[in-house]
Antibody, heavy 118, light 113 residues
Framework: QLQLQESGPGLVKPSETLSLTCTVS??????????WGWIRQPPGKGLEWIGS???????YYNPSLKSRVTISVDTSKNQFSLNLRSVTAADTAVYYC??????????WGQGTLVTVSS | DIVMTQSPDSLAVSLGERATISCRSS????????????LAWYQQKPGQPPKLLIY???TRESGVPDRFSGSGSGTDFTLTINSLQAEDVAVYYC?????????FGQGTKLEIK
């Protein structure tokens, strides 16, 4: 059974970089049929797609965040990561890592709340 | 970006009755070459990640009860929940994955009347 687990700091200061890692178990992140990505949800609000990365390292970002986002993959550790630079309070959200393919986003992590505050 | 608009924002339905949620995309999400709509529906309960219910607009994900069904093509889509159960109380989202960014609808909160 595929499982995804987010990890990283729960509190980040304004103007600093939010860094999260997603550890994948039960499948190889090198699978050619899937994309590995990040989605966030501010408290009490809807879902926002941040971006994704393919097994080969091709990245796709939401234009609204593109200037601040980097998604990378470490196949040796079966992990992928999110870096979001220059954060503000508006970046406070639950961050989910997830697997996507031609049949939608079928596996999600449990999510991790990241609060941006001094 | 493709804008996804759901209606209504909230919905109250009696147990055993039918719930219908609409989703409209600002442009077509139909891949004509394979005749597939890149449109998915998700259910999210409090404190949980979203759960995939429907993909390709009308294909039920494995393990999803058959009271959930999806329909539509192009720009107009519908999620129908027949014989509403108490455990169906949740927020439902549509998402297009036809083009980046993979945008979501604003969500529809489903409650029991």
């Amino acid at each position: 059974q595929l499982q995804l687990q987010e990890s990283g700091p729960g509190l980040v200061k304004p103007s600093e970089t939010l860094s999260l890692t997603c550890t994948v178990s039960g499948d190889s992140i090198s699978s050619s049929n899937y994309y590995w990505g990040w989605i966030r949800q501010p408290p009490g609000k809807g879902l926002e797609w941040i971006g994704s990365i393919s097994y080969s390292g091709n990245t796709y970002y939401n234009p609204s965040l593109k200037s601040r986002v980097t998604i990378s993959v470490d196949t040796s550790k079966n992990q992928f990561s999110l870096n979001l630079r220059s954060v503000t309070a508006a970046d406070t959200a639950v961050y989910y890592c997830a697997r996507s393919g031609v049949s939608g986003t079928d596996y999600w992590g449990q999510g991790t709340l990241v609060t941006v505050s001094s | 970006d493709i804008v996804m608009t759901q209606s209504p924002d909230s919905l109250a339905v009696s147990l055993g009755e039918r719930a219908t949620i609409s989703c409209r995309s600002s442009q077509s999400v139909l891949y004509s070459s394979i005749n597939k709509n890149y449109l998915a529906w998700y259910q999210q309960k409090p404190g949980q990640p979203p759960k995939l219910l429907i993909y390709w607009a009308s294909t039920r994900e494995s393990g999803v009860p058959d009271r959930f069904s999806g329909s539509g093509s192009g720009t107009d889509f519908t999620l129908t929940i027949n014989s509403l159960q108490a455990e169906d109380v949740a927020v439902y989202y549509c998402q297009q994955y036809y083009s980046n960014p993979h945008t979501f609808g604003q969500g529809t909160k489903l409650e029991i009347k």
